[in-house]
């Protein structure tokens, strides 16, 4: 268990939050639950309702759609944001790697803080689009690898 010193020096890290005010801060970290999963457990399933977002503090996790990887997050990462801005279902699987700690804040507790501070909207934004970015070079790397495996493969059947 963090205490509310720790809560706060770990919350002021997170990408996410690193351009809010402390006092701001002081609020977040205090609403936020702390959980704790052991390893392979699953913290969520695709497809399944979701409105809270994670903040891994110790630990690893992996974000999956079946058996595909698409990231591995530490301390410090956060998960599940995009369910706090949509009433979509999850868009993928979350699944401990290790024994894990982590900090989950809700929808309406989010709804909240950006009523109170618009900045933290900007600042998930920057993040939600740094993720379409990685995705999107990930998925070029294989596209581009596939290609190569295909023409070198039609060249070697000639």
Excluded: W
Excluded at 89 to 118: F, G, H, K, W
């Amino acid at each position: 268990m963090l205490t509310s010193v720790e809560r706060l020096l770990f919350v002021r890290n997170v990408p996410i939050f690193q351009e809010l005010r402390d006092d701001f801060l002081v609020r977040l970290a205090s609403v936020m639950d702390e959980l704790s999963f052991p390893a392979k457990h699953t913290i969520f399933t695709q497809g399944q309702e979701g409105r809270s977002l994670y903040i891994v503090v110790l630990g690893q996790v992996k974000v999956h759609i079946g058996n595909q990887e698409l990231a591995k997050l530490g301390p410090g990462a956060c998960f599940g944001e995009m369910s706090l801005f949509d009433a979509e279902p999850r868009s993928a699987s979350v699944s401990t790697l290790a024994n894990c700690e982590c900090l989950m804040l809700t929808q309406q507790q989010l709804y909240d803080a950006i009523e109170e501070t618009p900045g933290i909207a900007i600042n998930i934004i920057r993040l939600l689009s740094r993720r379409i970015r990685e995705l999107n070079e990930k998925i070029n790397a294989q596209t581009k690898a596939r290609e190569i495996e295909d023409s070198t493969s039609a060249l070697r059947q000639k």
